[in-house]
């Protein structure tokens, strides 16, 4: 294991620490692809979560951790889809030579150099997916960039559903709150006589 594997492994360890009280979505998929980006050596960078069967893209993120406006134009919808279909992790060097995605118009029209994609999954199910691409040639990913990658998503995995899971029970909590309150405020009309 060379020494650029180690660090990554590393830094993947100290994120999932830092994060394992993060509850908040949206900072805890931003502060992921933030260090996801730095790992990877990505120009850009994605999260995008399957919300009642279609994909949503939460965050979109580039190098100088920035918000990219308009993330659906810089994603390859054929690169996406072909994940989200097979559950598999997937990497094009050099898409524009790429036999299988040359010809595909987003890949084209984006003029996509280089790019992984790795599916989110928890016990078999696919909440989503990371995708980050370089638009160099000169960092072309490489099949160790995916399997660091891999193993990042196998991880950030259970911290999002965990913070999904946690923002759901707090939505739940709430809504039984308010029904408690309109409750209880109906009992107080109903008590009085005189009212």
């Known amino acids: 294991m060379c020494s650029s594997d180690l660090n990554s492994y590393r830094k993947l360890f100290e994120f999932s620490q830092k994060l394992m009280a ?31 069967g279609e994909p949503v893209v939460k965050v979109a993120r580039n190098l100088r951790r920035e918000t990219i406006s308009d993330a659906v134009s810089h994603l390859s919808d054929s690169i996406l889809a072909k994940v989200i279909e097979g559950k598999k992790a997937l990497i094009v060097s050099d898409a524009l030579s790429d036999a299988q995605f040359r010809n595909s118009l987003s890949v084209v029209n984006l003029r996509l150099t280089s790019v992984m994609c790795v599916p989110l999954l928890e016990r078999g199910n696919l909440i989503g997916v990371i995708y980050v691409g370089n638009d160099h040639v000169a960092q072309l990913f490489d099949e160790p960039s995916l399997e660091v990658l891999t193993i990042f998503a196998s991880q950030a995995s259970l911290l999002i559903r ?16 308010e029904r ?14 005189v009212m």
Do not use: C, H, T
């Not at 979505?25 to 979560?49: C, H, P, R, T, Y």
């Not at 965990?162 to 709150?177: C, F, G």
């Not at 408690?180 to 006589?193: D, K, V």
């Open 162 to 177: 965990n913070a999904l899971l946690v923002n759901e029970l707090q939505l739940d909590n709430k809504s039984l709150q």
């Open 180 to 193: 408690i309150e309109r409750m209880r405020f109906g009992e107080i009309l109903g008590a009085s006589p």
């Open 22 to 52: 993060e509850y908040e979505v949206s900072s805890l998929l931003e502060q992921l692809m933030d260090v996801i980006i730095q790992v990877s050596n990505a120009d850009k960078g994605f999260i995008v979560l399957i919300e009642s």
